[in-house]
């Protein structure tokens, strides 16, 4: 009996911070998280005059940053407010860059940020052009070149959205979704270039 009791508690609280008055607790709040996270980065970035990115997989993200001696998009290792973050269970991103949709992929492929070839010389570009989301690896045809592939790939990522040293923004609505409740959110940019949380829709409502 105290099992059931227990387990029955539980299920109720699970039910409450989904269903309660058409609440999501944790879609409100990862959502609010990551308007709270890009906002920081975009000061960041105006700040320190760098550019930063942020990189999305179905369920995950990270943010970068461009870095000019090296030449490559690397995780911003010296700040672990913007490390790697993981969604609840049941919670997924939609990803949409210069109005068109983004395909995104099961894990994050951001690379680690370090070349096998240190002497080559760094791009003096910091501004890389975001991908459609849709790249894939083809697969090496040589193993001998594998260090080489590596190197390759690692120049050629870029976050799906870019946040500039100038505090521009690339265009961008990131949707977090609970599909099986039918219940999102969207962050994009308003007119006047503030990051903005539109309110939660439910489908059918």
Not at 39 to 54: C, F, H, K, M, S
Not at 66 to 71: E, I, N, T
Not at 108 to 136: F, I, M, N, Q, Y
Not at 161 to 180: K, N, Y
């Amino acid at each position: 009996m105290v099992v059931v009791l227990i387990i029955g508690v539980v299920t109720a609280g699970v039910l409450l911070s989904i269903n309660f008055a058409g609440k999501d607790t944790a879609l409100e709040t990862e959502s609010q998280r990551l308007l709270s996270l890009m906002q920081y980065a975009r000061d960041q970035a105006e700040l320190q005059t760098r550019n930063y990115g942020i990189a999305f997989s179905r369920n995950s993200y990270e943010f970068v940053v461009y870095d000019v001696r090296q030449g490559l998009w690397r995780p911003v290792i010296e700040d672990d407010v913007l490390r790697e973050r993981t969604l609840p269970s049941g919670l997924g991103f939609k990803l949409v860059v210069d109005a068109r949709p983004i395909v995104l992929g099961e894990s994050l492929e951001v690379p680690s940020g370090s070349l096998a070839d240190s002497g080559s010389s760094p791009k003096a570009d910091s501004r890389a052009v975001p991908p459609t989301g849709s790249d894939s690896d083809s697969g090496s045809d040589s193993d001998s070149d594998s260090d080489s592939d590596s190197d390759s790939g690692a120049r050629s990522f870029a976050p799906q959205v870019m946040i500039f040293s100038s505090g521009d923004l690339s265009s961008f609505s990131i949707t977090l979704d609970r599909a099986s409740a039918g219940r999102s959110i969207t962050l994009d940019e308003n007119q006047d270039g503030k990051i903005v949380e539109k309110p939660m829709i439910e489908s059918g409502t």
